[in-house]
């Protein structure tokens, strides 16, 4: 990220949920803060979508849709792991480089604590778009600034209430291929630490090599793009990989699917338009029991 700014990716992501709740498409994932959270109203919203593809193909829009569908199906897929938790006794609930993630906001139970991690030029940004919005912060909600690459979540969390002897659920969506390898290791293994049972909801990026010859080109060009915005791409895993991360860092249980196979999970396999695993992309869920 670039030095004492917000993430840009952050605003990308939001943007894609918030443009999910009013495009012609299967909805997927349910959020009526989605659009406030952004600063932007629907009307406007939709006209840029509307402009931003104006001149690309059909193929692109197409994919662009698909992308959207993955980018509301992790936030769906991410809700449905809290539920779970919750089902399981968990009382504790950390979304890691939340971003403009309203779950906090829609959280009904006054009684789950939900803490939201960032790093703190992000999670001021989003204070102000909360004002802006009037989106009330409830008293559940317990913001913890903190830059992964220089600080420990267990000082941060610490410091924000975060109880280690009780059972915990780990958000950790679109940030784990910004991060090193030894930043990730050691937060799977703060979280595996945590009061079993601990879940953790992530998705992931495959190496660029494990992609079809025909996407390669373009996986290098977003690459490429969000390193311009000073968001690198660092880390990438393979399925394997990762379920030795996670193992070696205490969970016990993994769940891996491509984000094809997610999206299609919730709208059906007819709805994913050709090329889905153009995203390159995966989601994961592990758990520690
Ligand atoms: C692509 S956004 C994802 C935001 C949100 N989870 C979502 O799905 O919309 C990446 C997030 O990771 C956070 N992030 C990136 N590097 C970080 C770091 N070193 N420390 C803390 N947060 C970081 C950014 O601030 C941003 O909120």
């Known amino acids: 990220m670039e030095v ?68 509301a199906s992790r936030s769906r897929f991410a809700e449905e792991t809290i539920a779970d938790a919750v089902a399981d006794g968990a009382r504790q609930v950390v979304i890691l480089g939340a971003g403009l993630d309203t779950f906090a906001y829609r959280n009904p139970d006054p009684t789950l604590r939900v ?73 799977l293994r703060y979280m595996a630490e945590q009061a079993t049972p601990v879940r953790l909801a992530f998705d992931y990026v495959p190496p660029a090599s494990d992609a079809a010859p025909e996407y390669r080109a373009h996986l290098r060009a977003r690459a490429d793009r969000l390193a311009a915005l000073g968001e ?18 205490g969970f016990d249980s993994v769940e891996d699917c491509s984000a094809a196979d997610l999206v299609a999970r919730y709208v059906g396999q007819a709805e994913l338009g050709p090329a889905p695993e153009r995203m390159h992309a995966r989601v994961a869920r592990a758990l520690r029991t």
């Open 232 to 249: 690198p791409l660092i880390s990438a895993f393979t399925p394997t990989e990762l379920a030795a991360e996670l193992r070696a860092a």
């Open 115 to 187: 803490f939201e991690v960032d790093h703190p030029a992000t999670q001021a940004w989003k204070r102000q778009l909360l004002d802006k919005a009037a989106i009330t912060v409830p008293d559940s909600l317990t913001f913890a600034p903190i830059d992964f690459e220089s600080e420990t979540l267990a000082t941060g969390l610490a410091s924000a209430g975060f109880v280690r002897d009780q059972p915990a659920v780990f958000i950790w969506l679109g940030v784990v291929m910004y991060l090193t390898r030894e930043a990730i290791q050691s937060t």
């Open 4 to 71: 004492g700014k917000p993430s840009r990716t952050a605003f990308a992501t939001a943007s894609a949920r918030a443009y999910h709740q009013i495009a012609p498409e299967p909805r997927v994932f349910t959020d009526p803060l989605a659009v406030p959270i952004t600063g932007v109203t629907a009307e406007e919203l939709a006209e840029k979508a509307i402009a931003a593809t104006a001149s690309e193909p059909s193929e692109e829009i197409a994919f662009y849709r698909v992308r959207r569908l993955f980018m």
